[in-house]
């Protein structure tokens, strides 16, 4: 069973601070990583996209990967209040994507 | 780039009837889309993988002769809810596959069905 495992939160942060994601995963086979953010009633958007160790940036976004660990994490700088949203993690393995069930973060102003 | 449209956004139908949802990748060409469905507060569920030209494959527990699924274009999916009940009342999201390479999906924005 691939599975994908995210802590459902909520995450609370003030604004201003960093605010860390994390999500492991079973399948060792996995090449490829998201984090979506879905706000409440909406759809997922994709925000970024990781395929090797390392951390990738992207304005405030950093994600970052570890595949010995089967880690992924994603880190919100200056974290603000329009970032509170649900972030999904999905893992692609073996041309099946499997998404966590999402934490949930709370940006207090 | 990367859009994807729903339609309808919301519908509201009657117990026994069919509804059909459109998804359209906009500026791209998807030969595999997909479709979630999402209750209040819960995860996305995967309920089936759509391929352009050929038949869809679903879930385990996705009953295929009530949620039928067309893929007639690289551009158009449809799922057709039919003989639907209260509790088919849900939120469902189709996605599209930008590239084969990567499995970046790009969502539509989502179809609330509610079934009195």
């Known amino acids: 069973q691939k599975e994908v495992e995210q802590n459902s939160g909520p995450l609370s942060v003030p604004e201003g601070a960093i605010a860390s994601l994390n999500c492991t995963y079973s399948d060792r086979g996995s090449q490829s990583f998201f984090w979506y953010r879905q706000y409440s009633g909406k759809s997922p958007e994709l925000i970024m996209s990781i395929y090797s160790n390392g951390d990738k940036e992207d304005g405030r976004f950093t994600a970052q990967l570890n595949k010995a660990s089967q880690y992924v994490s994603l880190l919100i700088r200056d974290s603000q209040p329009s970032d509170s949203a649900t972030y999904l993690c999905?893992?692609?393995?073996?041309?099946?994507?499997?998404f966590g069930t999402g934490t949930k973060l709370q940006v207090i102003p | 780039g990367a859009v994807v449209s729903q339609h309808p956004s919301w519908v509201i139908c009657k117990s026994g009837t069919s509804v059909k949802i459109e998804c359209r990748s906009l500026d791209f060409q998807a030969t595999t889309m997909f479709w979630y469905r999402q209750f209040p507060k819960k995860s996305l569920m995967l309920m089936a993988t759509s391929n352009e030209g050929s038949k869809a494959t679903y879930e385990q527990g996705v009953e295929k002769d009530k949620f039928l699924i067309n893929h007639a274009s690289l551009t158009l999916s449809t799922l057709t809810v039919t003989s639907a009940h209260p509790e088919d009342s849900s939120f469902y999201i189709c996605s599209a596959l930008g590239q084969l390479s990567t499995y970046e999906q790009y969502f539509g924005p989502g179809t609330r069905l509610t079934v009195t």
């Open positions: 999905a893992v692609e393995g073996y041309q099946k994507v499997t």
